[in-house]
Every structure is written in C-alpha cells, then in structure tokens.
C-alpha cells in the first residue's frame, strides 16, 4: 500500500472511531411509565384510594391523574410517599397517567375497613446491557448493569372507624354537628313530625353512615341519607310504648332493628316487619336500655343504666353482666357510641345541653366535654 492510500486508510479509522466514541457517550435515555394499567374496585363503604411512589430513584417529585367517576384528578407526590386520591364508593379507579422518569408505581388500593396488601414492581428495562466496539484492532467491552426488577410487599393499616357526633332533634328538626365541640350545627333538614315520633338512627343500609328513624306507634320509618324527605323504609315492628333501639346484632356490617319491653329484648336482622330472631331478659322494668359494640367484636350487645351504674353484656343473651362501672349522675341521659374511633363503643351522658364523653368502659372522669343543643332536646349520635 503507497503512502497516499495508507493515509486515507486511517483517516478512515480515525472517522470511525471519533463516530463510535461520540455514540459512547451519548445520554441514555430515561425509563418512563406512560400508563399505569392497575384497578381495583372500591366496594361499599370505602372512601378513598390510595396511590403510592416507591423508591423513585430518578426524580423526587411525580405528577399524574387517577380515573376514578367522573372527570380525572390530578395528582402529584414526592418520591417514597403515600398520596391519597378520594374516589366514588364502588367504582373501578386507577392510575391512568404518570409522569416521565419514574422507575416505581405503586398503587395501593381501598384504604377503608380491611388491611390492603399491595405490590410494587420496578419498570426499567433489561438486567445487563453489553456493548462491544473495536477500536483500530483493539476489542474493547462495556458491561452496564442496570439494578434487577424488584418486588416490594407493602401492608397499609385500615382505616379506623369514624368517631360519633353530635345530634340533637327539636321538634321535627335535625340538628348535626361535624365534631365534638361547642358549635354551632352544620347540617340541619327536618323529618318526622313534630310530636309523638321517637327518634332514632343507624346505619340502616351498611354504607358507614348514621342516618334518622323515627318510630310513630309501632312503625319504623327509616331515612338513609341526612336530608329532608320521605323514608326510604318503613315497616312495623314491636308494639306502641316499646323502647326502641339499633344495632348490628349478627356482626354484618348492617345495623337493624330491635325493641326492648320490660326488660326482654327483641332483636331482628332485617330492617323488616316479623318476628324477632332472639329475644332475652336483661335487666330489669325501669332501667334504661343502652346498647354498643362495647369488646371491639363488631357485635352490638345489650347493657342498661341504673342509677348511674353502667351493667354491659358482650352477647345476645340472658346471664350478668360481663362489667359494670359508675360514669354519670342518676339524672343523666345515658348515650353510648365509639367516640373515639377506634372500634369500641364507651359511655357517655348529657347534663342539660353539656355532653360528656368517655373514652374507655370504667369509673372516670369525662374525656372529651362541650356543650351542644337546648336543655329538652332529644340527643342522638350520627356518623357521615
């Protein structure tokens, strides 16, 4: 080979070499989810989703929208947190977007009722990347390791119980104060009449809300939203000058119907006319009837009040009472409602318009105490 042609040879690899060390260094472009394809459906009485961003290693912050009813919500959570998106009970909701750079995406699920179990998995591309070039006779080989797909398993708690609140009836008109505090109401609708109905609520249709009844004579007329309108079940149940109560008293998530004359009570599992499906003497004539989840069973149980002297009964049955205490003067008007939220149902009594509230089933001194409502007013406890 002549020197003119020696010259344009290497000239030749030089090109070369300069084309394939620019392509070296060249940026390697970024993994990127563009769509999320995970769902879960929210089953009655669940409130939120919960979207979460695991281990993100190439940005701090993402951005995207979940698809849940009706138009997307936008989001956007740091790298590692857990971001809530409400959604409609009972509706499919997914992540439908995120943003670019994002090597983990989790979704985590309905987060009301039950412990949710969740998977993460990394999105990036293959294990092991190798590149071989040759440089003027020289085999030079590149090996990029890129960190292998993982699986994290991550347990969100459940979401506790709603604490109980406030409510007094005057008249036919229902007054709902959103937390246990001195206030005034926030939601406020009538239903009923003015005189002679007994008033009551529940969670007549297992969606997580408390809402009114009013029994007139013998018939039960039931509301399941806290609004003015008609009643949404009515039935008859027990007889005229029975006291009436509510509970769940089969533990399925529904709260029903009951009556309690003399002191023998009938309890039924269907908000529906008929017969009593247990019935059992506690007490005695002239207590008064208190019932509440009172061991954390998810059961409603009796108890009754006698003279300040709280008797309670973690089963539907005849016997004594399983623990008794003092909270309260004889005068008093007893409630009993979880009011703290934490799935257990504890005393309370209301001293003219003054409400005081404890949080655990012993003799003591009230936890939480405000005042709320008129002296003569009927008070209840609802739950939104």
């Known amino acids: 080979m002549n020197r003119s042609a020696r010259a344009w040879a290497l000239r030749s690899v030089c090109m070369a070499t300069i084309a394939v060390l620019g392509f070296l260094v060249m940026p390697a472009a970024q993994a990127a989810i563009d769509h999320v394809a995970v769902s879960t459906r929210c089953g009655t009485g669940a409130e939120t989703t919960n979207f979460a961003v695991i281990a993100n290693t190439r940005t701090t912050q993402i951005t995207g929208t979940v698809q849940g009813q009706g138009a997307p919500v936008p989001f956007t959570v740091n790298a590692g947190a857990t971001k809530e998106v409400p959604v409609a009970k009972g509706v499919n909701a997914a992540i439908v977007s995120v943003g670019t750079e994002v090597d983990v995406a989790n979704?985590?699920?309905?987060?009301?009722?039950?412990?949710?179990?969740?998977?993460?998995?990394?999105?990036?591309?293959?294990?092991?990347?190798?590149?071989?070039?040759?440089?003027?006779?020289?085999?030079?080989?590149?090996?990029?390791?890129?960190?292998?797909?993982?699986?994290?398993?991550?347990?969100?708690?459940?979401?506790?119980?709603?604490?109980?609140?406030?409510?007094?009836?005057?008249?036919?008109?229902?007054?709902l104060r959103n937390s246990q505090t001195t206030g005034n109401a926030d939601t406020v609708f009538v239903y009923g009449n003015p005189t002679g109905d007994i008033h009551i609520t529940g969670d007549w249709d297992g969606n997580g809300s408390v809402t009114p009844g009013v029994v007139r004579g013998a018939t039960w007329y039931l509301r399941n939203t806290n609004t003015t309108g008609a009643a949404d079940v009515s039935f008859v149940y027990g007889n005229p000058g029975d006291f009436p109560i509510a509970g769940d008293w089969d533990g399925n998530g529904t709260v029903t119907i009951g009556v309690v004359r003399n002191s023998t009570f009938y309890l039924r599992n269907t908000n529906t006319q008929g017969t009593a499906d247990m019935s059992f003497v506690y007490g005695n004539p002239g207590d008064f009837p208190v019932v509440g989840d009172w061991d954390s069973s998810k059961t409603t149980t009796p108890g009754i009040v006698r003279n300040g002297v709280w008797y309670i009964r973690n089963s539907n049955t005849q016997g004594a009472a399983d623990s008794n205490f003092t909270y309260g003067n004889p005068s008093d008007t007893p409630l009993a409602a979880d009011w703290d939220g934490n799935d257990s149902v504890t005393p309370g009594v209301v001293r003219g318009n003054v409400w005081y509230l404890r949080n655990s089933n012993t003799t003591g001194v009230a936890d939480v105490s405000f005042s709320y409502g008129n002296p003569g007013d009927k008070q209840l406890t609802w739950r939104p």
């Open 107 to 175: 979704f985590i699920g309905c987060v009301s009722g039950t412990t949710t179990t969740s998977t993460t998995t990394t999105v990036v591309g293959p294990t092991t990347t190798t590149t071989t070039t040759t440089i003027v006779g020289t085999t030079t080989t590149t090996t990029t390791t890129v960190p292998p797909t993982t699986t994290t398993t991550t347990t969100i708690p459940p979401a506790g119980p709603k604490q109980a609140r406030p409510l007094v009836v005057r008249g036919d008109t229902w007054y």
